[in-house]
């Protein structure tokens, strides 16, 4: 069994994965969204010392199957770095303790693996990642043949779903909030500026967007927030829909993926699923319950490189915040 341990951002997790059959023996998750709510984002030392609480109190529901463990996976990068430091500790000292390798994980393949719990990962894949860091287009071929095709220039979907919820003072995480406001709203009220619509870059933006529902929402009350959250999500799904469709021009999609905590969105699933019609394209979605951070994903991808022998020794294991695939 591998034991894996996730702690980029705001969710602490651990999970035990058996390599043979690939299933899922153990997950817990115990996120901090309830204390960063409200400062409207995470925080990031706050959320050090709450994974510095959280993740021995799961580990300790892990010890029964210490006597089975064969390696340690973590997630090494991208993420905060104060934070990923609490879990990279705790699977060294693992390791050294019960003498097995450390297995350091990408936080990025990690959610791509979503969509492989308990199964066997299948490739080709254009995957659209959507979460709080990043909002990347990705040909995926192989666990190491991941080419990051397009990125965004400023904000990551994500986090425009959180800045827009702090603007209106309703919490974090923003996305659902978002989400769920929008379906009681008209999303032509407000029309919205399409990001990068004139420049034929394939790529992302979403701080003129952000900027022009500050200015909506200046003058706007709490009866008209339904109608914000709408127009605001229709232009940043049209966005994405936008550029996605250019992409398709010269790389029509044959099997088609959303990872990623936005890939929760439901608003998002339904658009992209009719983009994707005329291609006859497959579209593979991760479950609701493993879109957003978590550890079986990191787990998935630690069985992946337990059988190659991927190890990193534990002198030379770090943890690299912006590093992308
Ligand atoms: O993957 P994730 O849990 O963490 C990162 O790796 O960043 O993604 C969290 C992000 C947050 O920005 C959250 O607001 C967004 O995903 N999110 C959503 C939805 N659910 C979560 N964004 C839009 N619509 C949603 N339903
Ligand atoms: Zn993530």
Do not use: W
């Not at 991808?301 to 020794?313: A, D, I, L, W």
Request: net charge negative; with cysteine.
């Amino acid at each position: 069994m591998i034991l894996s341990i996730e702690s980029s951002c705001d969710d602490s997790a651990i999970a035990i994965t058996e390599i043979k059959t690939k299933k899922l023996l153990f997950h817990k998750k115990i996120s901090q969204e309830l204390e960063h709510s409200v400062y409207g984002g995470v925080v990031p030392e706050l959320a050090s010392r709450l994974h510095a609480e959280a993740l021995p109190k799961i580990l300790e529901e892990c010890k029964p199957y210490f006597k089975d463990l064969k390696a340690v996976a973590v997630t090494t990068a991208p993420g905060l770095n104060v934070t990923l430091v609490e879990g990279v500790t705790m699977a060294k000292a693992l390791c050294l303790a019960l003498d097995i390798p450390l297995i350091a994980v990408n936080h990025l393949k990690g959610h791509i693996y979503s969509l492989f719990i308990e199964k066997e990962a299948s490739f080709p894949q254009t995957v659209l990642l959507v979460s709080g860091g990043h909002t990347q287009v990705i040909e995926v071929k192989s666990l190491e043949e991941m080419e990051m095709v397009a990125t965004t220039m400023d904000d990551s979907f994500g986090e425009s779903f959180d800045k827009v919820s702090k603007m209106m003072n309703l919490g974090y995480p923003g996305g659902p909030v978002i989400e769920k406001l929008a379906q009681e709203g008209d999303e032509n009220r407000y029309p919205m500026p399409l990001p990068l619509s004139q420049s034929p870059l394939i790529a992302f933006s979403y701080s003129g967007l952000k900027n022009a529902v500050r200015l909506v929402s200046l003058e706007a009350d709490e009866k008209d927030f339904p109608d914000i959250a709408a127009s605001f999500q229709k232009a940043a799904v049209g966005h994405l829909l936008q550029k996605l469709k250019k992409y398709f021009k010269t790389n029509p999609p044959q099997h088609f993926a959303i990872v990623g905590g936005a890939s929760a969105n439901l608003y998002l699933r339904e658009k992209i699923e009719t983009l994707l019609k005329p291609f006859n394209a497959t579209l593979s979605l991760a479950e609701l319950k493993y879109c957003s951070d978590n550890a079986a994903m990191i787990g998935r991808v630690g069985v992946e490189m337990y059988e190659k022998g991927r190890f990193t020794s534990l002198d030379e294991v770090k943890t690299e915040p912006r590093t992308s695939l």
